[in-house]
Every structure is written in C-alpha cells, then in structure tokens.
C-alpha cells in the first residue's frame, strides 16, 4: 500500500537529513507505531508520506514514496488528502471552524461529498469518535482531548484509507489516551483502516499497534513486531526510549536468574510471569 | 505559601472549579492530577493571578490574588505553559532568558551573571534562534527563562508533554534540584509515572472539584478515587494491585524486584 525506497530529505538550511536511506513498506490493515526521541525524523516520515515533503518544505530530496502505486513527488498533496487523513501534533493549527459540527462539514464542502450524504457522515463521525454530543459545541470552549477528537472525526468522515497521526495523545490524560487508541483499534479491525501514528509513548504502542517502528538520526533503527521490538528493550534503553515498567521489571528478574521467559509488555503478562515465580 | 478557601470558578455559565480550599506549603512538591477538562489548567491559572475566582480567595505569600496585580505576583510566580510556543517570544536564546530578568531586574551586571549561570546550566548557545530548537529544547528554554528569575514558586502545566523520555528526565531533574533548593512546585501532569517520581503529594481533581489530596503513594492506593478521577495507576501499582494480599505499597520496579525476590527464596526454602 505504502512504498518507500531509499528516501533521503534534508530541509533546505538543514545541518542534517531529516530523513536518511529510509526503506519501507507498510501494507494495508497495517497498525504501525513509529517512535524514537525528539528529532528522530517522525514527523518529517509523515510529511513525506502524506506529500507535505516534498510539495511545500524544500530541500533536497532523493529516493520515492509510492501511495497504491503513485509516486507522491508527482502527486499533489490534496489528491493525496482523498487517500490519507492526517491528524498533526498541535491540535490547535488543524481545526479551522468555530463549532464542532463546521469544522467536519468543512472538509466534506472542500471534498464535494454530495449534499445527501453529508449529514451521515457528520453524524456517523461523530458516533464513531464518541462525541456526538459535542456536535453543536463551540471549538474553543472544549478541552485539548475533545479537540482531539474532533479532529479525528473530521478527517474520518472523509473515510480515508490511510489514517496518519503524528502524537495524537500528546494532550489527553492516560484514560482518554488508552479510549483514543481503542477507537483506532476498532477503525482498524472492523473498518480496514491503515493506522500509522507516531507516539512518544510506548507503553500505548505495545498495547494496541500490531508494528512499531523505531527511528533514531533519521534512520530506521528497528522494524518489527511489537514482541519484536520491545524484546530489544536494552537498545531502546541506549536510544533514549523509555520501556514499560513491566520490561522493565522482566528485565530484571532475568538478570537475577529467577525468569527465563519472554519479555512482558504489558501488566497481565507481568502478573504471569510474577505468579510463575512466585505461586507454588 | 499558597492558600485557596471555597475557591469557585466559571467561564461563561459553565461552573469550571467548585469549592476548592487547599493549602501549600513552602518547599513543597505537589502534583494536581486529573482526566481532561477536570479543571487542572483553570486552577494553575488562578494560582498565578491570570484568573482570578468568582468567589472564594486565592492567596499567595498573604496577597489576595483577586487584588494583586499579575506584575506583583509575577515576581513570586514562574508559570510554564503547557505549549512553550505561547511563551517564547523574542529571536535569540539570550534574548528570551533575558525577558524576564530585564523586567524585575535593573543591575546589569546581575542580570549578565543570571544569564550566563543559566545558559551554562541548561547548555545553550546564546545566539541560537529559539524556534529553529527542537520541542523539549523550546520547552527547556521556557523553563531556563522562568530559572532565571529564581521565583519561590514554579506552576507547571504539563511540563513533559511531547517531550521524549530523555527530555523528560532533563526537565523534571531541572525541577527536582530547583525544589531541594527550596522552590515551591506545582505541577499539572498526565504521566502517572513521572508524577510518583517526583511529586510527593497529588491533589486530585474529578468534575472541577477536588477529591483527595494526600501524600502521592496514599492516593495511588485510592483505588475508588482514580476511577472516579478517570486515572490509570502507574505500571507497578496496577501489577501490585492485581497479585493482591502482600504486594500492598510496591510503586516502583526496585520494589517489586526485591519483593519477588524474597518470595521466590522463602518459597525455595520451603521446598528445600
């Protein structure tokens, strides 16, 4: 579905790629998580998926990215739009209307979905999203998770195919962050939607993506599974990225000889592992 | 230090805080957790004099917030915004450190000496342009600029959000050292984690009201209060939490390491 062959970019003034030799296949009903430290080339990875690199940073700029086969160089970037929805980091530069229920009629007017259709898919959005009750809601008076939300459900209700969200839970408390990302897991399983989303928290990305994906200097450092990659957990450790407490911990008990298993990524396996040591 | 009695709050018509009265003391660290739209950031707001409440009193050091000016209060007062970008505004890192210094400080070789001390401490380049800076440098920065003045009182919202682990650790060390030197902290935090490493007490806030306030172990144990609060423990207290009966007070991966550690040797013991 996605392509990426030897991709280089470096922003015009830029002491450094943003994006070195970057490789990469992501395949459709894929749940991929990207992460890594701050400058690690996230965000620029989703500028050049959804075609913000190259058609309005410059730089120099090597290599293709292919959406279904169309090279985004020669793609504008919104006829990409039809095919990828993007929910950017600061909430605040994304929604452009007063109230809730604008703010998603506005990218269907933009789209031209036909008059008939469009209060379902405002309302389905909506429903989707869990804010239906937000729908005649001033923008400004909601809180930065509710935005979130809004956002979300403006770019669904253009159903596109590729979700792309770039720190989507950066402003949500862990309850909301853990019911945002069982809203994309359902996106995902039940509708065929293709998440990418970049995100600083680990602990979120082992739990629900199926893929994470590891950067570090603009380079893909690890690719793999979420076992695959948290089984690493020494080199995230190197990198600056902070494993769940519960690798930790297996990490730990391996060290001191009393667990042979694999790592645990989440707290039901860790209960697992500690009952097995402990339990007669 | 800080004292808030039947502090009540609205925007518009909306009721935002209700009947919150705490006190703080100087030196403390305190953490105010909570789901969003909780009332977290109304109250970090009120505390620093950007808002001042619809009735009950807010006061700082003896001053009524709602007849002080922010000026005043300012002097006391470091706030951290939750999006440093709401708070940078000049074009060189020397130039932003010096915002704040300039404006409560006249002796100019006071303020040359704050502004190296500070640039050293936090490893910045003068010259560096601040919006060419990574997020977790823009948010250093912002809080380099707020160190500068050495104020008594620190109110941070949401310091490590969208920083990543190691900028985190930069951050909340920063802060760390700037409490045992006697700074009071308050910090507004969705990481759960980052609360039980460094807060020693939470006030914890559901539907704008506030429903415990205690030492941070104590209310991680609460378990009705952090439903209610729409909060997840941190890792360790959920894994403790669930192995149950001998596992009580287990908050970080040291503990629960040497806790199984013990149980794994009684339990060989008793099969030897």
Request: hydrophobic share 40%; charged share 25%.
């Amino acid at each position: 579905m996605i392509k990426i062959s030897n991709l280089t970019f470096r922003y015009k003034d830029g002491r450094k790629n943003a994006l070195d030799n970057i490789n990469l296949s992501i395949n459709k009903g894929d749940f991929l998580g990207i992460t890594g430290t701050s400058g690690a080339g996230k965000t620029s990875l989703t500028y050049a998926i959804n075609g913000v690199i190259p058609h309005h940073y410059n730089g120099d700029y090597y290599g293709s990215v292919r959406i279904e086969g169309e090279d985004t160089f020669d793609t504008s970037p919104s006829a990409l739009s039809l095919k990828i929805g993007s929910v950017f980091q600061d909430i605040d530069t994304q929604l452009v209307s007063s109230v809730v229920e604008d703010e998603i009629l506005y990218g269907l007017e933009n789209f031209s979905v036909p008059a008939v259709e469009i209060e379902q898919r405002i309302s389905s959005a909506l429903e989707a999203v869990g804010i239906s009750s937000l729908r005649y809601r001033s923008i400004e008076s909601l809180s930065g998770g509710q935005k979130q939300k809004v956002a979300l459900a403006a770019i669904l209700a253009l159903r596109p195919k590729i979700l792309l969200l770039d720190e989507p839970t950066s402003e949500l408390d862990p309850e909301s962050s853990v019911q945002f990302y069982r809203i994309l897991r359902e996106l995902n399983e039940n509708h065929g939607i293709t998440i990418i989303v970049v995100e600083q928290k680990i602990m979120l990305l082992s739990e629900f993506a199926k893929n994470i994906l590891v950067m570090d200097t603009g380079k893909i450092v690890i690719n793999g599974s979420v076992r695959e990659v948290i089984d690493r957990s020494s080199l995230l450790e190197e990198i600056g990225i902070n494993c769940p407490r519960v690798t930790s911990l297996s990490n730990r008990l391996k060290e001191e000889g009393v667990y042979t298993g694999s790592v645990c990524i989440n707290v039901e396996e860790a209960e697992k592992m500690v009952r097995s040591i402990i339990d007669d | 230090m800080i004292r808030l009695q039947n502090v009540c709050f609205n925007y518009d018509r909306d009721r935002t805080l209700t009947d919150i009265s705490f006190h703080i003391n100087k030196g403390e660290f305190a953490a105010i957790i909570g789901a969003n739209g909780a009332g977290k950031s109304t109250l970090c707001r009120l505390l620093n004099g950007l808002l001042k409440p619809s009735s009950g009193s807010v006061e700082i050091n003896g001053l009524d917030t709602g007849h002080t000016k922010s000026s005043v209060l300012a002097r006391q007062i470091g706030f951290l915004f939750q999006n440093p970008d709401r708070q940078i505004c000049r074009n060189t890192v020397a130039e932003e450190i010096l915002f704040g210094l300039e404006l409560l400080y006249k002796d100019r070789e006071f303020i040359a000496e704050r502004l190296e001390k500070v640039l050293s401490m936090f490893g910045f380049s003068a010259e560096d342009n601040p919006f060419n800076l990574s997020r977790g440098e823009r948010q250093r920065l912002a809080l380099a600029s707020l160190i500068a003045v050495e104020p008594e009182i620190l109110i941070l919202d949401e310091p490590t959000t969208g920083l990543d682990y190691k900028e985190c650790i930069e951050i909340m060390e920063i802060v760390r050292e700037m409490n045992k030197k006697g700074t009071t902290v308050i910090m507004v935090c969705h990481d759960m984690e980052v609360v039980l490493d460094y807060a020693e007490r939470v006030l914890v806030l559901s539907g704008g009201k506030l429903i415990a306030d205690g030492e941070t172990r104590s209310v991680f144990c609460m378990n009705d209060v952090l439903e209610q609060a729409s909060l997840i423990p941190p890792q360790m207290a959920s894994l403790a939490g669930r192995l149950g009966s001998g596992f009580e007070d287990v908050f970080t991966v040291e503990e629960m390491t040497e806790l199984i550690l013990e149980k794994s040797n009684e339990k060989r013991r008793v099969e030897v």
